[in-house]
């Protein structure tokens, strides 16, 4: 509008809330011979703008997907890729979840995750190296060096009276 004081033109822009989604993996240890590998797959969505129809897509090379604790819709399509189904992710919202792979190479192979976000909302303002995360790591030997130990908590627990058992569980390699 025009003020009629001293003519001045007053614009006032509204902007569009768009989504911005992001994804980050990682692993924890490294791939052994006949193994399995866990992931930490994080996303979020930092803009006010809801992202529709969202989709995670990981594909595992030289693995095998087994589980994971998302509890979304996932779908294994084969030959190491699997689609997660998020829905909609609301604006200024985060998730995070893991993946459990068997590795299937060999020893000194490279094995590698990669994990890609993708939305149905057009304006989804990520750049594209947030859009993609990967992960790779060389087959090592499988060293596996399990042992357990088992105790009582208490102390000197007294007859007819609760008593904890404290139980632990190690591998103590890579």
């Known amino acids: 509008y025009v003020e009629p004081d001293d003519g001045d033109l007053v614009i006032n822009v509204f902007p569009e809330t768009r989504p911005h989604l992001r994804v980050n993996k990682w692993a924890d240890g490294d791939p052994a011979v006949g193994g399995n590998m866990l992931f930490k797959v994080q996303y979020w969505n930092n803009n006010m703008g809801t992202a529709e129809n969202v989709v995670l897509t990981d594909t595992l090379e030289g693995m095998s997907y087994i589980t994971d604790t998302s509890g979304f819709s996932v779908n294994d ?18 998730g995070y979840f893991e993946i459990f792979a068997r590795v299937d190479a060999i020893q000194d192979e490279q094995v590698t995750n990669t994990i890609q976000i993708a939305t149905s909302t ?11 995360s990967s992960w790779s790591g060389t087959v090592q030997a499988n060293d596996v060096d399990l042992n357990t ?24 390699s890579n």
């Open 77 to 94: 399509l084969g030959g190491g890729v699997v689609v997660f189904d998020l829905g909609n992710i609301s604006g200024q919202s985060y």
């Open 122 to 132: 057009f304006n989804d303002e990520g750049g594209e190296d947030e859009k993609v």
């Open 149 to 172: 130990g088992k105790w009582t908590w208490t102390g000197n627990p007294v007859p007819g009276y609760d008593f904890v058992y404290a139980f632990n569980a190690c591998n103590n």
